[in-house]
C-alpha cells in the first residue's frame, strides 16, 4: 500500500490514571503527531474501535484539529486494532484524506473493566446463548475454545504457560511495560489460581489504563517527516464462516481461528511475504491459548505443532520468530492492540528498547476469538 | 446542638497547657532503644538524641492520661459528643531548634491552633484539628510541632450487596427468530431449528437458512441427548446467579448440532449427558446438562 505509519505516541500504562479517557485520547494523539514531526492542524482524518467512548469530534475539539474529511471507526472490540489503521491507510491511498490519526483510549482497569462478566451485552440476540447458561467473560469464552484444542492436540496448561513466560520476559526488560523487572517462570504460571479452567491467571493479559495513537500519511508525505517510515506493506481484515464475537462454537472444527486464516492469506498476498520472512511477530496476547493457534493459522508451524514450535525457543529474542519485544499485552498493557503496532513501528525503525537486529517486516495481528485484522509494516 | 467552632475558639484562646514534664530525662538508653527500632545506624548519637525523637520523651507512657487542660483531648471530647466519633491522624510537621543533649530534661505545652469543618473526605464527613506542641529545656523553647487530626462520622456502609446466588442470573434476549427455543423450554422441549425448505437443522438459530435461502424456519424437539464436546470450569470473577466453580458445557446432541448449558457434575469430554430444565420464573426457564442416567 502507499501508506506509512510515521507517527506513535502513548499515555501511561497505569492501573488507574487519574484522568478522563478523552484526556488519555487526546494526549496520545498529541504525542503521536509530534512524533510525526505534524501539527493537529495537519490532521484530517480520524480512526478508532467502535467500542471507544471518545467521539471523533470530541478528540478534534480538544486537538484544535480544524476539520476532518473522513472517520470511521472499527467493530468487534479488539479485532478492529489493525484494521483502524488499514481504514487510514484506504483514506490515505483514495484521497479521502492526508494525515489520519488512528487511537484507542480507555480507563479499563479503574473504569469499566472487561474482565468482569458484561451483564448488558447479553442484550445482544448472538449473546443469548452464552451469558444466560453462564458464560459471561473473554476467559471462560477462550477457554473453551483451549480444552477442545488440548483434547485434539495434547497441549497442555505448561503449553500455555510458555507464551506467558516469553511475553514477560520480555517485558522485564521495557521499561514502559507494568511489568517491568518482573520476569515469571513456569512454575509461577503453573502455581497461578484458575480463572476459567484450562486457563490460569497467568494465561490472562492485563487491565490497563492508557491510550495509544498512530498517526498514517501517504508513503511520499513520509520521506519528509523526521521519522524513518513504517511502510504497510499489507493490511487484512477476516471474519469466516458461522462467526460469532468470542463464541464460535458451532463450526465442524473448535481448534483453529478461521477468521485469522483470512487476515493471513490477505496478508501474505498483498505484501508478497510469507511467514518465513517475518522478521517480529507481534501476535494479539489477550490469553495464550489463541496465540498458539494464531501460529498455526498464519503458517509459522502445521496444526497442532504449536506447543512444539514454542517449546523450542523459536519466540526468544535470538529465535527464529521474536514475539512480542515489548511484553505484549500479558506484559506491557492492555491496550487493546494498538500498543503492539505502536511496538511494530519502533522495531522497523529500530529504536525499541528490546530491539531485533535487521528487521524488514514485523507481522501485527489484532483480537483473536472475535473478526480480525492484521498488518505487515516494513521499511518497503 | 453543639456550636464547634464556638468551642473551638473557647479552647484556642486557653492558650497553651500547663508545661507537662517528661518521665525521664534525655537518656542513652531509650536513644539506642529508637535507633534499633528506626534501623537508624549512624554512630554519633552518642551525646545527643537523633531530633526526630522529640516527641518520645514527653509520651505519656503505656497508661497515661491526658491532663484535663490538654486542649487536644479538650477538642476531641467535643467532637465525640458532636457525632464525630472516629479519628485519623493525618499529618505533623516538627521544627527542630537544636540537639537535645544527654541528661536534659524536657517539658511541653499544647495549644489550639485551629479546628475547621466540616469537609466531606473519603473516610466520611469531619472536622481537622490541628494543635501546635513545645517543647522547653527550662525556659527555652528546643523544638515545635504541628499535628493534625481528622475526627469523623464513619461514612454509612453501602447495603450489604446480595450474595452471588441470590443476585438476580443473566436473562437471554428475545426476539421473533428465537422465541420459540425459550418457549420449549417452557414447555421441556429442547427445540432446533429446522429448515422449512431444505431441512437444515441449526443452532444458534436464524431467520435465513444459510443453506437454502429460505425464510420458513421450524423445528424438531431433540431427544436431548448428546455428548460434552467442550467444557469450561468458571472460578473467577463471580458471575451474577451463580456459585463458583461452575461447569459450563458445550454438548453435541445426537441430532448434530451443539447447545450450551451448565453441567452439573465432574465434566470431560465425551461424557454423555441428557438435557434438564431449570424453571428460573414463570417467563425463563433455562436448559442444562447433567450426567446421562442409563451409562
Known amino acids: 500500500m502507499n501508506a506509512a505509519i510515521v507517527g506513535i505516541g502513548a499515555t501511561d500504562f497505569s492501573k488507574d490514571s487519574g484522568r478522563s479517557e478523552l484526556r488519555l485520547a487526546a494526549e496520545a494523539v498529541r504525542a503521536a503527531l509530534e512524533d510525526a514531526g505534524l501539527a493537529p492542524s495537519d490532521v484530517d482524518g480520524l480512526v478508532s474501535f467502535t467500542m471507544d467512548t471518545n467521539a471523533e469530534i470530541a478528540v478534534a475539539r480538544e486537538l484544535g484539529i480544524p476539520g476532518l474529511t473522513f472517520f470511521s471507526r472499527v467493530h468487534y472490540g479488539g479485532g478492529a486494532a489493525c484494521a483502524t489503521v488499514q481504514q487510514a491507510a484506504m483514506a490515505v491511498e483514495t484521497g479521502m484524506a492526508e494525515v489520519v490519526v488512528c487511537y484507542r483510549a480507555f480507563n479499563e482497569r479503574s473504569g469499566h473493566r472487561f474482565g468482569q462478566v458484561q451483564a448488558a451485552a447479553a442484550a445482544n440476540i448472538d449473546n443469548s446463548w452464552s451469558y444466560p447458561v453462564g458464560l459471561g467473560t473473554p476467559a471462560a469464552m477462550v477457554a473453551m475454545f483451549a480444552r477442545r484444542y488440548m483434547h485434539e492436540y495434547g497441549a497442555t496448561s505448561e503449553d500455555f504457560g510458555r507464551v506467558a513466560v516469553v511475553d514477560r520476559k520480555h517485558a522485564a526488560t521495557n521499561p514502559r511495560a507494568w511489568f517491568h523487572d518482573r520476569p515469571i517462570t513456569l512454575a509461577d504460571h503453573q502455581a497461578s489460581r484458575w480463572i476459567a479452567e484450562p486457563l490460569r491467571l497467568l494465561d490472562c493479559c492485563q487491565e490497563s489504563d492508557g491510550g495509544v495513537a498512530l498517526v498514517v500519511t501517504s508513503a511520499g508525505r513520509a520521506r519528509d517527516l523526521p521519522n524513518e517510515p513504517a511502510l504497510v506493506e499489507a493490511a487484512a481484515q477476516g471474519s469466516a464462516a458461522d462467526q460469532f464475537t468470542m463464541t464460535s462454537y458451532y463450526r465442524d472444527d473448535l481448534t483453529g481461528l478461521p477468521e485469522m486464516g483470512v487476515v493471513a492469506r490477505g496478508l501474505w498476498r498483498r505484501s508478497g511475504i510469507g511467514p518465513s520472512d517475518v522478521d517480529v511477530a507481534v501476535l494479539y496476547d489477550h490469553f495464550t491459548p489463541f496465540v498458539l493457534v494464531q501460529l498455526e493459522e498464519l503458517g509459522f508451524c502445521g496444526r497442532g505443532e504449536a506447543k512444539d514450535f514454542v517449546a523450542s525457543g523459536a519466540l526468544e529474542l535470538t529465535g527464529s520468530l521474536p514475539l512480542n519485544p515489548h511484553g505484549g499485552q500479558l506484559g506491557e498493557a492492555y491496550l487493546h492492540g494498538m500498543n503492539g503496532i505502536a511496538e511494530a513501528v519502533r522495531q522497523v525503525r529500530g529504536t525499541a528498547v528490546n530491539q531485533v537486529a535487521d528487521v524488514e517486516h514485523v507481522l501485527v495481528t489484532a483480537g483473536t476469538g472475535v473478526p480480525t485484522s492484521g498488518l505487515v509494516l516494513g521499511r518497503g | ?295
Not at chain 2, 529508637?34 to 549512624?42: F, M, T, V, Y
Not at chain 2, 493534625?148 to 464513619?154: A, D, G, N
Not at chain 2, 460434552?228 to 470473577?237: D, E, T
Request: aromatic share 8%; glycine share 10%; charged share 25%.
Open chain 2, 1 to 295: 446542638m453543639i456550636d464547634i467552632e464556638e468551642e473551638a475558639a473557647r479552647i484556642a484562646g486557653q492558650g497553651g497547657s500547663a508545661p507537662r514534664l517528661a518521665r525521664d530525662p534525655v537518656n542513652l538508653p531509650m536513644i539506642n532503644n529508637w535507633l534499633e527500632a528506626i534501623g537508624d545506624e549512624h554512630p554519633g548519637y552518642t551525646e545527643v538524641a537523633p531530633p526526630a525523637m522529640v516527641q518520645v520523651w514527653t509520651m505519656a507512657g503505656l497508661r497515661g492520661q491526658r491532663s484535663a487542660d490538654d486542649p487536644l483531648g479538650q477538642m476531641m471530647a467535643i467532637l465525640d459528643e458532636a457525632g464525630y466519633t472516629s479519628v485519623v491522624a493525618t499529618n505533623s510537621d516538627q521544627t527542630y531548634h537544636r540537639y537535645l543533649k544527654v541528661g536534659e530534661h524536657l517539658s511541653v505545652t499544647t495549644s489550639l491552633e485551629d479546628v475547621t469543618g466540616p469537609k466531606r473526605t473519603g473516610l466520611g464527613e469531619g472536622w481537622f484539628v490541628t494543635t501546635r506542641s513545645t517543647w522547653y529545656v527550662g525556659d527555652e523553647p528546643v523544638a515545635e510541632m504541628r499535628f493534625r487530626v481528622l475526627k469523623y462520622t464513619p461514612a454509612s456502609k453501602p447495603e450489604p450487596q446480595p450474595g452471588p446466588r441470590q443476585a438476580q442470573a443473566i436473562r437471554p434476549a428475545v426476539n421473533r427468530d428465537t422465541e420459540y427455543f425459550w418457549e420449549g423450554c417452557r414447555q421441556g422441549e429442547l427445540r432446533i431449528q429446522r429448515c422449512g425448505g431444505c431441512g437444515l437443522l441449526r443452532h444458534p438459530p436464524g431467520p435465513m437458512c444459510p443453506e437454502c435461502g429460505a425464510t420458513k424456519p421450524k423445528y424438531l424437539v431433540s431427544a436431548g441427548c448428546g455428548v460434552v464436546y467442550s467444557y469450561v470450569v468458571h472460578h473467577h470473577p463471580q458471575v451474577p446467579g451463580r456459585r463458583t466453580p461452575f461447569v459450563v458445557a458445550l454438548v453435541e446432541l445426537d441430532e448434530g448440532v451443539r447447545v450450551l448449558g451448565e453441567l452439573a457434575g465432574e465434566p470431560a469430554i465425551g461424557l454423555p449427558v441428557e438435557v434438564v430444565f431449570t424453571e428460573v420464573d414463570d417467563e425463563l426457564t433455562m436448559p442444562s446438562w447433567r450426567p446421562r442416567a442409563d451409562r
